[in-house]
């Protein structure tokens, strides 16, 4: 499925992989997605097929690891991913984040740009989920102006609106993808709109936010409470 969706993107757009777990061996930075043996979509589609399915699913780890790439903000393994791909003050970024399980990576695997612990950023009382690490790396500006570490350039706010997507600070807009899990609450493409989710208009309620007569579940490492 992955492979079908990305066969048909041109080099007008800049692509890169990374695994859940990072290793340089299947890390491939973001470049234009130039068709030709050895060029980049070539070697795409070659770390893809290459990645094997084994170990843990740090997703909220590879999530903040992410971010943190494109607000070019490294430490450990990540400072191995390169210079970060934000160039222009107009640029959209998105990740896209494809398991088939449950986040159970331990530690502090959700962090900020400067490395602390990400806690609360939704406000919906749990620390640390990956709702969390998806909510702070949309709304932090990642290259600010001025520059908050020493080596980086900062972007004015002028990425274009997108739908829902309005932010017009340099963010990372993140798209989860679940191959074979299912959650606690059922899917409904349109669930935003009243009537068609009874799960979610309970959890908002009338009135919007979370006033309705259930809860969002809460998450526990390694169950379907994680999506």
Known sequence: GRSFALAGIGDNFRVGFDTLAFSTARYLAVAPFVTGAGAQKDLWFQKLYASPASGGTPL????SRAGRYFGDRFNGVASSMGASPINS??????????????????GTPAVKLDG?????????????????????????????IPPVAPGTVGYKDQVPPSGEDTAPHQHMTTFTVGMGVSGTLLFH??????????????IVGSAG???GSSLWPTPAGGGETTV
């Open 209 to 211: 936010g979370e006033s």
């Open 89 to 106: 003050a107009c640029q959209p970024n998105y990740t896209i984040l494809t398991s088939d399980g449950y986040w159970n990576d331990g």
């Open 60 to 63: 909220r780890t590879a999530l």
């Open 116 to 144: 602390t612990a990400i806690g609360d950023a939704d406000g919906d009382g749990r620390s640390n989920t990956l709702s969390d690490v998806a909510y702070y790396y949309y709304n932090t500006d990642l290259r600010p």
């Open 189 to 202: 493409p349109n669930y935003q709109t009243p009537g068609n989710s009874l799960d979610y208009d309970a």
